[in-house]
C-alpha cells in the first residue's frame, strides 16, 4: 500500500519563479492538507482540499494557491517566489470520518535563491 | 485560536532511561491532540493521538501519552529509551471542527545517548 507520495523531492529556482508541487495522497483517504516547514520550525498550514475545493487556509498569501483532482491528488503552486519561500513543503493526507490523524510525505525541498 | 508549547528545545537522556517530552496546548472545546516524529530530512511519522476516552494513549513503537484536561498537557513518554529514538518531535492540536488544520509546536529534539 503506497503511502504519501511527492514529486519532485528537491528544487532550486530564482525570485520571481513560480512553482509547482505535487502529491498523491494514501490509498483510501481523499482530503489534501500542505504545509510549510521552515528550516528549525514545526510545519504551518497552508490549506486543505476536499472534494476538488479549499475548504481551509491559513495565513498564507494569494500567492499560494492549489488545486485537488478527481483521483484525489493535488497541487500546490507558489508564484512569485521570495526567497523566504524557501522551505520543506509537506502534503498531508487523511479521510474524511477516519480517526482524523494525517498521513505525510517525505516532503519537497524547495529553495529560492 | 489554537495553539501548542513545546518548552524544551532539546531532551537530552541516556539509553534504557525513562523519556518524556512535555506539551501544552490551548485550544477552544475539544481538543483532538497528537504527537508525530521527524527524522532528518524526512516527512512526519505519525505516533499517537489524543481524540476522547481514557487520558493514557497507547502508540507505535512504544510511546504513550497521558492527557491532562485540567493542566491542557499532553505529554509523551516511552519507558525505556532507545538511541533510534533520538529525532525531532512534535505535539500537534487541532479543533473538533478544523478538520486536517493541525497547529504544530515547535519541536523537541530528543537525544538519546549510548
Known amino acids: 500500500d503506497a503511502g504519501v507520495t511527492q514529486s519532485p523531492t528537491h528544487l532550486i529556482k530564482t525570485r520571481g519563479q513560480q512553482v509547482t508541487l505535487r502529491c498523491s495522497p494514501k490509498?483510501?483517504?481523499?482530503?489534501v492538507s500542505w504545509y510549510q516547514q521552515a528550516l528549525g520550525q514545526g510545519p504551518q498550514f497552508i490549506f486543505q482540499?476536499?472534494?476538488?475545493?479549499?475548504?481551509q487556509r491559513g495565513n498564507f498569501p494569494d500567492r499560494f494557491s492549489g488545486h485537488q483532482f478527481p483521483n484525489y491528488s493535488s497541487e500546490l503552486n507558489v508564484n512569485a517566489l521570495l526567497l523566504g519561500d524557501s522551505a520543506l513543503y509537506l502534503c498531508a493526507s487523511s479521510r474524511q470520518g477516519g480517526g482524523g490523524e494525517l498521513f505525510f510525505g517525505e516532503g519537497s525541498r524547495l529553495t529560492v535563491l | 485560536a489554537q495553539s501548542v508549547a513545546q518548552p524544551e528545545d532539546q531532551v537530552n537522556v541516556a539509553e534504557g532511561n525513562p523519556l518524556t517530552v512535555k506539551c501544552t496546548y490551548s485550544v477552544s472545546g475539544n481538543p483532538y491532540l497528537f504527537w508525530y516524529v521527524q527524522y532528518p530530512n524526512r516527512g512526519l511519522q505519525f505516533l499517537l493521538k489524543y481524540i476522547t476516552g481514557d487520558n493514557l494513549v497507547k502508540g507505535s513503537y512504544g510511546f504513550e501519552a497521558e492527557f491532562n484536561k485540567s493542566q491542557t498537557s499532553f505529554h509523551l513518554k516511552k519507558p525505556s529509551a532507545l538511541v533510534s529514538d533520538s529525532a525531532l518531535y512534535f505535539c500537534?492540536?487541532?479543533?473538533?471542527?478544523?478538520?486536517?488544520?493541525?497547529?504544530f509546536g515547535a519541536g523537541t529534539q530528543v537525544v538519546v545517548t549510548p
Open positions: 500537534a492540536v487541532r479543533r473538533t471542527d478544523s478538520w486536517g488544520k493541525l497547529q
Open positions: 490509498s483510501g483517504h481523499d482530503t
Open positions: 482540499y476536499y472534494e476538488e475545493e479549499e475548504r
